[in-house]
């Protein structure tokens, strides 16, 4: 069974709506399999290394806070998906 990852906002009105159809809807539902999460997660990954490997004088004094908010922002991100 292959798992997706599924996306979305919550809409109140029709897809038929004229207002709705005709504006850009940047927060549309979509859904991810397992295959394009990883490539998405990877490339997020190696957008961080080429940014902390080129801007590491900026980002050092901060590496402390940076690092607490990824451990912060990655337990909280594991105990909503558990609780799911």
């Known amino acids: 069974m292959c798992h997706a990852w599924t996306v979305g906002s919550h809409r109140s009105k029709s897809h038929s709506d004229p207002e709705v159809t005709s504006t850009m809807k940047l927060f549309k539902s979509y859904t991810l399999t397992w295959q ?3 490539i998405f997660k990877l490339a997020l990954f190696c957008a961080g290394i080429a940014v902390g490997t080129y801007w590491h004088k900026y980002f050092r004094k901060d590496l402390v806070w940076l690092v607490v908010s990824a451990v912060v922002a990655s337990v909280y ?3 909503v998906t558990l609780r799911q």
């Open 36 to 38: 394009q999460m990883g």
């Open 77 to 79: 991100t594991s105990y």
